[in-house]
């Protein structure tokens, strides 16, 4: 999975710090291969988290390759070239 995120995430305050970049890395480690999942449990970590209703603008994006990973074509190289259906 590729998870794009703005500071918005990160800097979600909380009680004496922000929600930061080590407490986000642990839910998605932990987290299962469903982007909607991992946006419901970021979700809810922030909810939970967060003191206070001042909120800076959030966005998350989650992407999982669903796509075909067969090689399809070597280069000179020899390395394999993934194809995309």
């Known amino acids: 999975m590729v998870v794009f995120y703005t500071d918005g995430v990160t800097d979600t305050p909380g009680e004496h710090d922000r929600f930061g970049h080590l407490r986000l890395m642990e ?12 946006l419901q449990d970021v979700e809810n970590a922030l909810r939970e988290f967060q003191t206070g209703s001042a909120v800076d603008d959030r966005a998350i994006l989650v992407l999982r390759y669903v796509g075909d990973r067969t090689p399809s074509l070597k280069i000179p190289s020899g390395k ?4 995309s259906t």
């Open 27 to 38: 839910i998605l480690r932990a987290a299962r291969p469903d982007p909607a999942v991992v």
């Open 80 to 83: 394999p070239i993934l194809r």
